[in-house]
């Protein structure tokens, strides 16, 4: 077989990694002497980290994530009461392994989404489902659907390996259908050890009171905190800072 010919049956075979570096594998082989094993190991690792590369990118397409973020990205000098220590051990993922969830609760502005959103992005990089939603508009579409349409959106909340439920309760108190969506989530993937992280303004104690329910409330902080990571967002907020200082920046003027 010709290379042209090679690379067409790799095509067909559905191996792109390898088709994609055939040629400078090759070139690379008969400048080096290179052993044929060794060429094949090398082949054999693109056509590898095409499908992991592949894969990785579904994920993150399927999270519902809208940006990379990174806990490298965070600026932990602007707020030092921020636990940054609690943050990097989420990171690490071992609360998804364990079935744990994590409630991260404090001001607005002060980080809570971008420490959400980079643990699910790290989740992506390691090869779990997840799914990203702003809690309280989520919820208020589901109101919307009709009963089986329902059942299929609750199967997407239990299903992936982490949920972030993001903003919980930002606009206060919310629907009874989406309350009851809430307890529905939290028992199902209760039950089957898959993880939750919840960021959210309001002190817990006040759960019960947005939920219009207290004996709700308190079933589901009870499997919320049963196995469960509290951590207390404190300090300035980052958004209030980036305001003032557009406002703060010069008006670029026409020459």
Known sequence: MTLTEIERALRELRLSGIATTLNTRVMQAQ????????????LLQDELDRRRSRLTERRFKQSGLDERLSLT?????????VPRQAC??????????????????GKPGTGK????KAVAYQATLQGYSV????ADSDFAKFGLATQAEQAKILSTYTEPDLLVLDDLFLARRIAEVSAELLQAIVHQRYKLRRSIVVTSNRVVQDWGKYLGDTTMGSTILDRLMHR???LDFEGKSYRLREAAARIAAPVPTDS
Do not use: C
């Not at 400048?31 to 090398?42: G, I, N, R, Y």
């Not at 990205?73 to 009461?81: G, Q």
């Not at 989404?113 to 959400?116: C, G, K, M």
């Open 31 to 42: 400048s080096s002497q290179e052993p044929f094993l060794d060429t094949f190991a090398s």
């Open 73 to 81: 990205d965070f600026d932990w000098r602007f707020n030092p009461k």
């Open 88 to 105: 990097f051990e989420l990171h690490t993922l071992k609360f998804i392994t364990e079935g744990a969830n994590a409630l991260i609760i």
């Open 113 to 116: 989404s971008h420490v959400a």
């Open 131 to 134: 799914k990203y939603v702003e």
């Open 228 to 230: 469960s990571n509290m």
